[in-house]
């Protein structure tokens, strides 16, 4: 007997595994719960049940099965989440299946370019005489021989064209290497490539596949000046795949321990994400360079709710850090945050250094790093820490720029009784009376529309008329009490919509029932908290309500048609309507 690939993959996967891969999910009873990754909530309403292989949110109303679960996280069309399920689900896709043709769409050829490109930059660090040199680096950074291998690193020759070559010897086009973000095209309409001369940091997606790049310029082959004007790091630009501000480095490794520790750890790079989870702390992730944006946020929310902050900050000037700190406060984050400063750099020369970064902790004492990760410090604490850092509270001047910095953060305090902690806590550094601080957080104004995020999203679903509402929760009781379908008399049906009808007769003759509607019924039956004695009463409400409106519209109809038919003056049409009239207004009595 044929099975299609569709089939397969449902009878192998799980849908609480697939769903729990990307979200933290919660038992409750034989259902899972959770906050759904699809809007900005604080109490669960995203629902799934192992035994019908479905979910859905009764917050944003979205549902369905694993393909319409991946199409939506992912943001893939149908061909792409069928791809990602074979492949975990280790199903073949045949080419003469009309799902593979679907698979062989721009998507599915940039992923190969990126892997195969991935393949050429990991050939080059082991072969070339160059690549060895940047090798030899990693390795003197304290990366190891197996994280290289782990994380595909790779070097990009220094010369023009040597990857595109590459790629279109394998068939690809010089335009699609372009679309994949590996080559530039040039005002005469030449194509060169986009990564050379660097080490390379294949970025990958949620599944693991690679979907851009980040290229550092390799030292020993370019020795930067005080005017060189190269970027030390670039990256693939937006495409098709790859979006900086919806990408987080790491995430594919880290998301399991991340929902294991209920906490991740923010990096600010590569070398830092590599080397955390070389140390043994694999829940650890890299924004890559940008600012933390509401999408990764989000993402991060799926796994848990604690975040940790590993990297030096400056609240006062940093504002598109200090923009992703307030992001995260307004989510619902718990936030942390690690100190590297006493990390600082130094001096050589009497010209400073960067300060140390948290893989330049790792690779220097493995042990400090372990040790500075158990004492987190509050956010409150790291900001009232910086901002009396180098400034004056005994001056006006000192005063006056200590609040500036607090005063927005003290305001973003939901809990009240937190929020007077920390003022009586100010107005005693700054040794001002607290009501003078009260006065002035009257007058902060926070702009959270700048940031284009409100803490909980305001889903507007298309409305229901009420007898659609009366039918669903009626429908919703007998599926928690099947017995009560005998309170439903065969000649009532006409009251229900097609609909309904069909699912009540099916199911008072036993019938299989398969579909959409039915199964997000049925879903909301299990997880709907009603006790049973309350049931009965609910269903005899319905039924009643349900048969009111339905009399109620049959009576207006009858008002048009006795209107139209006395302006015709049909007489015995007239009569007709008249005693249905009657008959139906003494069953509405």
């Not at 994380?151 to 595109?164: A, V």
């Not at 509401?294 to 940093?318: C, T, W």
């Not at 806590?425 to 409100?454: F, M, P, Q, T």
Request: some cysteine.
């Amino acid at each position: 007997m044929f099975t299609s690939p569709i089939d397969e993959i449902k009878n192998r996967l799980d849908i609480v595994e697939v769903i729990g891969s990307y979200i933290k999910l919660q038992k409750t009873g034989a259902n899972f719960r959770a906050l759904c990754p699809f809007h900005s909530e604080k109490k669960p309403s995203f629902f799934v049940s192992p035994a019908r292989q479905i979910w859905h949110c009764f917050g944003c109303g979205t549902g369905g099965d694993i393909f319409k679960f991946v199409m939506q996280i992912e943001g893939v069309e149908f061909g792409d989440a069928l791809r990602i399920l074979a492949q975990k689900a280790g199903v073949e896709l045949k080419r003469q299946t009309p799902e593979y043709a679907q698979l062989k769409s721009e998507r599915q050829r940039l992923y190969e370019i990126c892997e195969l490109a991935t393949r050429f930059f990991e050939r080059q660090l082991l072969a070339s005489s160059v690549g060895k040199e940047a090798k030899k680096y990693l390795l003197s950074r304290g990366i190891s021989e197996d994280s290289v291998k782990k994380w595909r690193l790779g070097y990009s020759p220094d010369s023009w064209k040597s990857l595109s070559d590459f790629l279109v010897s394998k068939g690809y086009q010089r335009e699609e290497i372009e679309r994949a973000g590996l080559s530039i095209k040039n005002e005469q309409g030449s194509f060169y490539d986009r990564f050379r001369g660097r080490i390379i940091f294949p970025i990958f997606d949620l599944n693991s596949q690679v979907n851009g790049f980040g290229g550092r310029l390799q030292p020993t082959c370019h020795p930067r000046t005080a005017t060189d004007e190269i970027a030390k790091y670039i990256n693939t630009p937006n495409t098709l795949l790859y979006d900086k501000s919806r990408i987080l480095y790491g995430l594919d490794r880290a998301k399991v321990e991340i929902r294991k520790k209920d906490a991740c750890i923010l990096v600010e790079g590569y070398t830092d994400v590599i080397m955390a989870h070389q140390s043994g702390t694999q829940n650890v992730v890299a924004t890559s360079g940008t600012a933390l944006t509401p999408y990764q946020l989000k993402v991060i929310k799926r796994y848990s709710e604690n975040l940790i902050l590993g990297f030096d900050m400056d609240v006062a000037g940093d504002s598109a850090t200090k923009r992703g700190i307030d992001l995260a406060q307004s989510l619902g984050f718990n936030l942390k945050v690690i100190r590297l400063s006493e990390g600082k750099g130094g001096s050589r020369n009497g010209v400073s250094l960067p300060p140390k970064d948290a893989a330049d902790i790792i690779s220097e004492n493995p042990q400090k790093w372990l040790e500075t990760l158990q004492n987190p410090k509050s956010i409150l604490e790291f900001y009232f820490e910086s901002a009396f850092s180098g400034r004056n509270p005994k001056t006006p001047e000192g005063k006056k720029e200590i609040s500036k910095i607090l005063l927005p953060v003290l305001k973003r305090i939901p809990n009240q009784i937190e929020k007077s902690f920390w003022i009586q806590k100010l107005a005693e550094e700054l040794e001002v009376k607290e009501e003078s601080i009260e006065e002035e957080l009257k007058k902060v104004k926070l702009e959270e529309e700048i940031y284009g995020l409100e803490p909980e999203e305001q889903i507007n679903l298309p409305p229901k008329s009420r007898k659609e509402l009366l039918e669903e929760r009626l429908l919703t009781m007998i599926l928690k009490t099947p017995q009560n379908l005998n309170f439903i008399e065969k000649n009532k049906l006409t009251y229900f919509s097609p609909q309904i009808q069909e699912i009540l007769i099916k199911l008072a003759e036993g019938q299989k029932i398969d579909s959409d509607f039915f199964n997000y019924l049925a879903l909301k039956a299990e997880v709907e908290e009603i006790g049973e004695r309350e049931i009965l009463p609910e269903i005899q409400f319905c039924l009643k309500e349900i048969q009111f409106l339905e009399i109620k519209n049959k009576l207006n109809q009858i008002s048009k048609d006795l209107k139209k038919a006395e302006s015709e003056k049909d007489s015995q049409k007239i009569e007709k309507l008249t005693q249905e009239f009657n008959q139906l207004a003494k069953d509405i009595i």
